[in-house]
């Protein structure tokens, strides 16, 4: 069997002949949220989706990040015994020198997560440890809202860690910068690996879509149709709590799961449409499409074991009222759901008027604080 490894792709592995010296400074990008219109629920190693994805790059929902980094003096290493009893052996490794603040303040419990992804994107990245790092990082909705960060937090991170690379070796080709921060932030959160560069991405081999693969995330290669253009995702924030259960948690509830590969086959099959629907306008597909995939998702976590339910009453209260608003009035609004209780309220720009009067008379009353967020589709990553 074709064995993967993290270095999948020896495209990415920074080579240092024809360096420049960079001594300090200080890079700092933008990078947005993504909401997934077909699922990204099952990985393998090292964080391989088991099925395609395909996600809506948002707007107003990004976190921003800049990365200071200063030549070490001495490039930390710690020496480690490893090995048994018999046969001990003193390892030298570097170690990476950082430390993370959020909002101004320092976030000890980040510095495990992005230790852990630093170490294992190093292969790829072997200046990082001649560097000491600052990492300063703002989301622009709060921590508490339930909205998950780590698609954009990874994806800034990443893309300032290829700005390093970039001045570093200036002559490293757009495509392959863009590629790479893709390949770093999926090793950082899969999820990341679509809020790099585009307003539809898609990671993950799939059948139809050109050049797709499982080690970054590319653009939706067909013209969409001007239904989607601008479309509209109102964020509902029905529970403003922490996360039950972590996403990797949830992942790795897909191995041995009873309904694993016929999902795996299903979400395959509904790229394939969704795409079609994507390409001819047509929005009632996508609307079924869409529902169903989130349902499906936590289907899938209501059937595996342990078992659980991260819908919340006033989840299924919203989505109730969006059905009988859309069976009433034919308007073309539907929802989609993350692993959470929150729930991505979608619609084309031309209806937004009426879809958002009726989100503020029908639906507001049932998020924690009548809290909510207006966004729209976005075109990926900036630099600032
Ligand atoms: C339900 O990307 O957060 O949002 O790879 O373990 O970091 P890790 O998981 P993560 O999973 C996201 C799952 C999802 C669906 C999706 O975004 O496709």
Redesign the pocket.
Known sequence: MHKITILNGNEFIYKSNNSKILEDGSFTWKAPSNI?LV???G?REY?LPENP?I?FTLSNCFTETTLEFKKSQKPAEVSELYGDNDFKQTLTRKESVFEIFLDGKRKLEFEEKVGLFIKRISQLVSFIYDYDLVINTHNSFPHSSGI?S??SGMAALALCIMSMEKALNPSIPEELFYKKASFLARLG????ARSIKGELVVWGEHREIIASSDLYGVEFPHKVHDNFKNYQDTILLVDEGEKQVS??VG?NLMYGHPFAKKRFEQANENLSKISTALKNGDLKSFINIVESEALT?HAMMMTSNPYFILMKPNTLEIMNKIWQFRNETNANICFTL??GANVHVLYPEKEKETINNFIISELIKYCENKNYINDRIGFGAKQI
């Open positions: 997934a699922k990204y629920w990985k964080q994805s996600s998950a780590s698609a959160s899969g999820s990341a996403s990797t992942h998702l993350d692993a």
